[in-house]
Protein backbone atom coordinates (compact mmCIF):
# COMPACT_ATOMS: atom_id res chain seq x y z
CA UNK A 1 0.00 0.00 0.00
CA UNK A 2 1.32 3.24 -0.96
CA UNK A 3 -0.86 5.74 1.06
CA UNK A 4 0.66 6.65 4.33
CA UNK A 5 -0.84 5.38 7.35
CA UNK A 6 -0.88 6.05 11.04
CA UNK A 7 -1.41 5.28 14.37
CA UNK A 8 -3.06 7.44 16.19
CA UNK A 9 -0.20 8.26 18.33
CA UNK A 10 1.60 9.06 15.47
CA UNK A 11 -1.69 11.26 14.32
CA UNK A 12 -1.92 13.09 17.68
CA UNK A 13 2.08 14.39 17.36
CA UNK A 14 1.71 15.47 14.31
CA UNK A 15 -1.48 18.14 15.45
CA UNK A 16 0.39 20.83 16.82
CA UNK A 17 1.78 21.59 13.60
CA UNK A 18 -0.86 20.91 11.30
CA UNK A 19 -3.30 23.15 13.58
CA UNK A 20 -1.12 25.97 13.07
CA UNK A 21 -1.00 25.35 8.81
CA UNK A 22 -4.65 24.54 8.48
CA UNK A 23 -5.35 27.48 10.85
CA UNK A 24 -3.10 29.55 8.76
CA UNK A 25 -4.98 28.35 5.48
CA UNK A 26 -8.58 28.65 7.25
CA UNK A 27 -7.61 32.58 7.73
CA UNK A 28 -5.86 32.91 4.55
CA UNK A 29 -9.23 31.48 2.99
CA UNK A 30 -11.14 34.48 4.91
CA UNK A 31 -9.19 36.92 3.50
CA UNK A 32 -9.76 36.06 0.07
CA UNK A 33 -13.43 35.52 0.43
CA UNK A 34 -13.26 39.14 1.95
CA UNK A 35 -11.16 40.66 -0.92
CA UNK A 36 -13.39 38.75 -3.84
CA UNK A 37 -16.29 40.67 -1.95
CA UNK A 38 -14.99 43.83 -2.43
CA UNK A 39 -14.67 43.08 -6.16
CA UNK A 40 -18.07 41.96 -6.06
CA UNK A 41 -18.99 45.30 -4.55
CA UNK A 42 -17.04 47.28 -6.97
CA UNK A 43 -18.01 44.80 -9.74
CA UNK A 44 -22.10 46.00 -8.98
CA UNK A 45 -21.09 49.87 -8.16
CA UNK A 46 -19.85 50.38 -11.76
CA UNK A 47 -22.91 48.36 -13.08
CA UNK A 48 -25.68 50.47 -11.29
CA UNK A 49 -23.73 53.97 -12.61
CA UNK A 50 -22.97 52.92 -15.49
CA UNK A 51 -19.14 53.12 -15.24
CA UNK A 52 -17.05 55.04 -12.83
CA UNK A 53 -13.39 56.36 -12.11
CA UNK A 54 -11.55 53.32 -10.40
CA UNK A 55 -8.32 53.48 -8.69
CA UNK A 56 -6.05 50.62 -10.55
CA UNK A 57 -3.14 50.83 -8.37
CA UNK A 58 -5.35 50.25 -5.13
CA UNK A 59 -7.29 47.50 -7.44
CA UNK A 60 -4.14 46.16 -8.80
CA UNK A 61 -2.48 45.68 -5.15
CA UNK A 62 -5.90 43.95 -3.84
CA UNK A 63 -5.38 41.65 -6.49
CA UNK A 64 -1.91 40.72 -6.14
CA UNK A 65 -2.53 40.53 -2.37
CA UNK A 66 -5.36 37.77 -3.21
CA UNK A 67 -2.82 35.74 -5.57
CA UNK A 68 -0.05 35.85 -2.62
CA UNK A 69 -2.75 34.93 -0.18
CA UNK A 70 -4.13 31.71 -2.62
CA UNK A 71 -0.36 30.96 -2.83
CA UNK A 72 -0.48 30.74 1.25
CA UNK A 73 -3.32 27.90 0.97
CA UNK A 74 -2.23 26.32 -1.68
CA UNK A 75 1.35 26.00 0.23
CA UNK A 76 -0.49 24.91 3.52
CA UNK A 77 -3.02 22.35 2.11
CA UNK A 78 0.57 21.06 -0.01
CA UNK A 79 2.36 20.62 3.47
CA UNK A 80 -0.14 18.96 5.21
CA UNK A 81 -0.71 16.44 2.49
CA UNK A 82 2.93 15.81 1.99
CA UNK A 83 2.52 14.76 5.37
CA UNK A 84 0.16 11.81 3.90
CA UNK A 85 -2.77 13.70 5.80
CA UNK A 86 -5.94 14.71 4.06
CA UNK A 87 -7.78 17.98 4.15
CA UNK A 88 -11.11 17.50 3.50
CA UNK A 89 -12.93 20.69 4.86
CA UNK A 90 -11.23 24.26 4.81
CA UNK A 91 -14.32 25.61 6.11
CA UNK A 92 -14.47 23.23 9.13
CA UNK A 93 -10.53 22.81 9.90
CA UNK A 94 -11.17 18.90 9.10
CA UNK A 95 -8.37 16.29 8.50
CA UNK A 96 -8.39 13.24 8.29
CA UNK A 97 -5.35 10.41 9.04
CA UNK A 98 -5.15 7.10 7.20
CA UNK A 99 -4.90 4.06 9.76
CA UNK A 100 -5.06 0.45 9.48
CA UNK A 101 -7.49 -1.71 11.81
CA UNK A 102 -7.85 -5.01 11.60
CA UNK A 103 -6.25 -5.30 8.04
CA UNK A 104 -9.08 -2.31 7.17
CA UNK A 105 -8.35 1.18 6.22
CA UNK A 106 -10.51 3.81 8.08
CA UNK A 107 -9.85 7.46 8.55
CA UNK A 108 -8.99 8.79 12.01
CA UNK A 109 -10.86 12.61 11.96
CA UNK A 110 -10.00 15.57 13.74
CA UNK A 111 -11.55 19.25 13.52
CA UNK A 112 -9.85 22.64 14.63
CA UNK A 113 -10.72 23.43 18.13
CA UNK A 114 -10.67 19.67 19.30
CA UNK A 115 -8.17 18.90 21.93
CA UNK A 116 -7.08 15.54 20.44
CA UNK A 117 -8.08 12.78 17.72
CA UNK A 118 -11.45 11.47 19.15
CA UNK A 119 -13.14 9.87 16.05
CA UNK A 120 -12.61 8.10 13.55
CA UNK A 121 -14.93 6.54 10.36
CA UNK A 122 -15.12 4.25 7.06
CA UNK A 123 -13.79 5.86 3.88
CA UNK A 124 -17.06 5.55 2.85
CA UNK A 125 -18.99 7.47 5.60
CA UNK A 126 -17.17 11.01 5.83
CA UNK A 127 -17.92 13.26 8.97
CA UNK A 128 -20.94 12.78 9.25
CA UNK A 129 -20.15 8.89 10.27
CA UNK A 130 -17.79 9.85 13.08
CA UNK A 131 -17.89 7.67 15.59
CA UNK A 132 -15.58 7.81 19.38
CA UNK A 133 -12.71 5.98 18.62
CA UNK A 134 -13.04 2.60 20.85
CA UNK A 135 -9.57 0.38 22.37
CA UNK A 136 -8.91 -1.58 19.63
CA UNK A 137 -8.25 1.68 17.61
CA UNK A 138 -6.34 3.03 19.61
CA UNK A 139 -4.39 0.37 20.23
CA UNK A 140 -4.09 -0.36 16.39
CA UNK A 141 -0.66 -0.66 14.82
CA UNK A 142 -1.71 1.58 11.89
CA UNK A 143 -0.56 -0.42 9.29
CA UNK A 144 -1.22 -3.77 7.94
CA UNK A 145 -1.84 -6.05 10.60
Do not use: N, Y
Amino acid sequence: MSEKTFTLEEAQALLPVLEGLLGSAMQAKKSIEEIDAEFHDLSTRIFLLGGMAVDLKRWALRRAEREKTAQRIKDAIQEISAAGVQVKDLDMGLLDFPCMVGGRLILLCWRIGEKAIEHWHSTEEGFAGRKPIDERIAKAKGREE
